[in-house]
């Protein structure tokens, strides 16, 4: 009787072990050896109501991930604008972008929201456990194609960088992104009408640069209500022949 007592003891404190394990909260992404990364693009608008929860979970990986390679992109597409509410950060060219993704992912069509990671891998916006996975895949695949970004500078209207990358530059860009770091929307009408909607890391102005030559220097023009201490500048390197994204860089900003 006392052995039987003993095992159910044991048994109910083993399912109590796995119960917690199944509902803790997942760990952070490992640092990143042999110079991997992730870049996460969310597609996402203010006019679907499936999208709070992944611009909620996005936020989260940029608070959790700040100190590691993982660069967070949320595109606000303009296709939501005509069935309510428009998006006030929301852009033809974003859609565009997804499009394109659709066109070499091999999809049926696009929706929102969606993420994409290192233009190789998307998912339901919202999945935590594929993002998380995503993340940790990139951050532990070797990169040979290293982008360097230096003397990265704010003159004027206009950004300035020189640019450096370790492979052929066939059938590549240089993607320079101007990210809003936080922004929020008070909804008035549509599918998310009476919510105040927050998001982070908000593509404002993307630049593209065709890479003919593996280093150089580039120069564009500073978006509109650009600001150093709001907003930061994402670099990265995709193969436009079949969308992976092959190096990505924070740019370190001088001459503010």
């Not at 950060?89 to 929201?113: C, D, N």
């Not at 919202?126 to 704010?154: C, F, M, P």
Request: proline share 3%; aromatic share 8%.
């Amino acid at each position: 009787m006392k052995t039987y007592k003993i095992l159910t003891i044991i048994g109910l404190l083993s399912l109590t072990a796995l119960t917690f394990s199944a509902f803790r909260t997942p760990r952070k992404a490992k640092a990143a050896p042999n110079n991997g990364f992730a870049l996460v693009e969310l597609f996402t608008s203010e006019g679907c109501s499936s999208c709070p929860p992944a611009d909620e979970l996005v936020a989260k990986i940029v608070k959790e991930d700040k100190n590691l390679p993982v660069y967070v992109l949320a595109y606000h597409v303009d296709y939501w604008n005509s069935l309510g509410w428009k998006d006030q950060f929301s852009s033809a060219e974003y859609s565009s972008r997804q499009r394109q993704y659709a066109g070499w992912l091999k999809l049926e069509s696009v929706y929102t929201p969606q993420i994409v990671v290192n233009g190789k891998t998307e998912f339901v916006g919202s999945n935590e456990s594929s993002l998380r996975s995503a993340i940790q895949n990139g951050l532990q695949k070797a990169n040979n194609d290293q982008l360097t970004i230096d003397n990265a500078s704010v003159n004027a209207n206009q950004l300035t960088v020189q640019y450096e990358t370790k492979a052929s530059s066939a059938n590549r860009d240089l993607l320079i992104a101007f990210v809003q770091k936080a922004g929020h929307t008070d909804v008035k009408r549509g599918e998310n009408g009476g919510r105040v909607l927050n998001h982070v890391n908000i593509v404002r102005e993307m630049n593209s640069i065709s890479l003919k030559q593996p280093n150089g220097t580039a120069t564009v023009k500073l978006p509109q209500g650009y600001n150093a201490q709001g907003w930061e500048v994402i670099g990265f390197v995709q193969n436009i022949s079949n969308g992976e994204i092959l190096s990505a860089q924070k740019v370190v900003l001088s001459g503010i």
